[in-house]
């Protein structure tokens, strides 16, 4: 469970936001999307949120 939060509350890279484009543009899950950027799912969607960027509803 440790590992889960060892981002907690990281600014987001460059390449990170590159990625969340990347795969909400493919149409991925939002889980698949937060496992793949290590990141959890509600701070996925806050900045798919910033970015206006539409993610898929599928877990």
């Known amino acids: 469970m440790a590992e889960r ?3 907690h509350r990281q ?3 460059s390449q990170e936001v590159d990625k969340l ?3 909400a543009k493919k149409g ?3 889980k698949a999307i937060a496992r793949a950027l ?3 799912e509600d701070s996925v969607k806050d900045r798919a949120r910033l ?3 539409s993610i898929s509803k599928l877990h």
């Open 38 to 40: 290590t990141r959890s």
């Open 28 to 30: 991925m899950p939002l």
């Open 51 to 53: 970015d206006k960027l």
């Open 5 to 7: 939060f060892e981002r």
């Open 11 to 13: 600014p987001w890279t």
């Open 21 to 23: 484009h990347t795969l």
